[in-house]
């Protein structure tokens, strides 16, 4: 059975940072490109952050561009998100999954919270 389990959120001031893992057991996730997502109270579910299956090439989004770094471990089937300069507005639930996303592989996220 196929499993995501985000990890590493919390409780952060603005302008401090914060890393998400994500591990996936279950099969291997190194031939796929992998994404970050998030869902913030009242809105709908974005795109966040993606990495192609060699690492060579990451997509972000343009609210998080210039702070936000995503990376991945193969070996150890596992992608991570380094979080910089948080803001209010990056309050959220963040989720991992295949980039575009598989409704089935969806985690229970991590979640995100930035005072001001």
């Known amino acids: 059975q196929v499993q995501l389990v985000e990890s590493g959120g919390g409780l952060v001031q603005a302008g401090g940072s914060l890393r998400l893992s994500c591990a996936a057991s279950?099969?291997?996730?190194?031939?796929?490109?992998m994404g970050w997502f998030r869902q913030a109270p009242g809105k709908e579910r974005e795109f966040v952050a993606a990495?192609?299956?060699?690492?060579?090439?990451?997509y972000y989004a343009d609210s998080v561009k210039g702070r936000f770094t995503i990376s991945r471990d193969r070996a150890k089937n596992t992608v991570y998100l380094q979080m910089n300069s948080l803001n209010p507005e990056d309050t959220a639930v963040y989720y991992c999954n295949k980039d575009p996303p598989i409704r089935d592989y969806w985690g229970q996220g991590t979640q995100v919270t930035v005072s001001s």
């Open positions: 279950g099969r291997t996730f190194s031939s796929y490109t």
């Open positions: 990495i192609s299956r060699s690492g060579g090439s990451t």
